[in-house]
């Protein structure tokens, strides 16, 4: 069993819709971060979180730490916001675990 | 702040071969790890440095090593090179190591093995 799992993989969606990326871990972590990867390859930290939640703009983060399981929101989901979002784990020291990633596509 | 750099961005070699690859952190940041993304594996955890030192390595062959220079700057290299080794390499740097701390990631390079 991956130590870490990410629902669901392909996700589309209509232009403002509210959007939830879930991320399921076994693991003990430090903190868990939510990326964006868009074509090309350039990987965007959104949140790092070892508690509570986290809001930035249109994206909100969620952790449960006794329930190992996080939950990434999109509110007014826009066409740009297409892209790859990884749920990934800092285990130990810097080292990142990384899901296998939600492939988000917005349509206008 | 100038971001992560990362040279080369692309890189062609051939099986056998060796390959060395840059990444510069952000100034004040003295972790950088590694981290290898291909479509069959995803992203995979290379290495850690932090201070000049190794403080974490992946499940990779030893062909794959690293290095980080005194200002922190980092170098890894493949030596002997398989087809499987092409892959996006990316490089990510954060101030302080084992801390709650963002990593910021480079543009990556992109190897490709023939």
């Known amino acids: 069993k991956n130590e870490v799992e990410q629902s669901p993989q392909n996700l589309t969606a209509q232009e403002g819709e509210f959007i939830t990326i879930n991320c399921s871990y076994s693991?003990?972590?430090?903190?868990l971060h939510w990326l964006q990867q868009h074509p090309g390859g350039g990987i965007v930290s959104l949140f790092m979180?070892?508690?509570g939640k986290k809001k930035h703009g249109r994206l909100i983060a969620t952790i449960n730490i006794q329930e190992k399981h996080s939950s990434l929101h999109i509110t007014a989901s826009h066409p740009r916001d297409s892209a790859v979002y990884i749920c990934?784990?800092?285990?130990?020291?810097?080292?990142?675990?990384f899901g296998a990633g939600t492939i988000l596509r917005v349509k206008s | 702040k100038a971001g992560v750099t990362q040279t080369p961005r692309y890189l062609i070699k051939t099986r056998g071969q060796q390959v060395t690859l840059s990444c510069s952190p952000i100034?004040?940041?003295?972790?950088v790890s590694w981290y290898q993304q291909t479509p069959g594996q995803g992203l995979q955890f290379l290495f850690e440095?932090?201070?000049?030192?190794?403080?974490n390595k992946g499940n990779f062959p030893g062909r794959f090593s690293g290095r980080q220079f005194s200002n922190s700057r980092s170098e890894m290299n493949v030596s002997t090179l398989e087809l499987g080794d092409s892959a996006l390499y990316l490089c990510?740097?954060?101030?302080?190591?084992?801390?709650?701390?963002?990593?910021?990631f480079g543009p990556g390079t992109r190897l490709t093995v023939l």
């Open positions: 990510a740097s954060s101030k302080r190591q084992g801390a709650k701390d963002t990593q910021y």
């Open positions: 693991v003990g972590i430090s903190a």
């Open positions: 979180l070892s508690s």
């Open positions: 990934a784990l800092q285990t130990d020291g810097n080292k990142l675990v």
């Open positions: 100034s004040g940041h003295r972790s």
């Open positions: 440095y932090f201070s000049e030192t190794q403080r």
